[in-house]
């Protein structure tokens, strides 16, 4: 029933689980062997302390940076994820009167209404799975990127703002301040009278924020700042509403026929 919302969590979890499968305490350095330590968290490693060399020692600022950076390295494929959800909101009214044509929950009508679905998806060019492939890029990023700030040593001691960025924000701002924009990115995001959307709208900021409390503030500070990049890009690219016209045209447009 909750086929995305059960996704998204589940990748969130598996997350949480791998943080835990590697050898966290271990620093990371150009002596690191294996695929992950030598291609993955050691670069991000290296740009973390470079940006931070820049901008004497200061390493909140370079994570910023280097967060905005990743962002708009994996730009093209937001910008697919965004144009896409606006194209499932689009078609929107159409899903509910399919649903609705097909309301019965035997196996053969089930049948029916995938084999609909399908086909309305080829007519309108729109691929309901295109928007969790950005999702599942990102995920080895942020973990690779967890691990470089848990396992580089310079890190430790430095401050950002009010918080030690090698430790949990002891006023716990931080998280809700993930918290609360994971909720804005995902409202712009959202399909109008979809209860299945809801439920994840409300759920998701919960989990990011319970589990920002736990994570090193470097972290979390990489989560808030990815979810400002993404509502400035949602509104520019689609604006603040996206796809309630479309869907509002379309149901003003099936009540005239």
Sequence with gaps: ?????????????????????????????????????????????????????????????SIVVVTILLRLLILPLMIKQTKSAKAMQAIQPEMVKLREKYSAKDQKTQQKLQQEMMAMFQEKGVNPLAGCLPLLIQMPILLAFY??????????GHHFLWFALDQPDPYFILPV??????????????????????ILLYMMP???????????????LYWVVGNIFMIVQTYFITGPNVGKSNVAEASSGGKKK
């Design 1 to 61: 029933m909750l086929k995305k919302f059960g996704l998204v969590a589940m990748m969130v979890g598996l997350l949480v689980v791998l943080t835990g499968c590697f050898d966290v305490d271990q620093p990371i350095n150009e002596n690191s062997e294996g695929f992950w330590d030598s291609y993955l968290v050691y670069p991000l490693s290296w740009v973390i302390i470079y940006f931070a060399d820049l901008f004497n020692d200061d390493f909140g600022l």
């Design 147 to 156: 691990h470089a700030i848990m396992r580089t040593e310079e890190i430790g």
């Design 177 to 198: 301040v993930a918290g609360i924009t994971t909720f804005i990115q995902q409202k712009m995001m959202m399909v109008p009278d979809n209860p299945q959307m809801k």
């Design 206 to 220: 919960i989990m990011i924020c319970a589990f920002a409390i736990f994570f090193p503030t470097a972290l979390t």
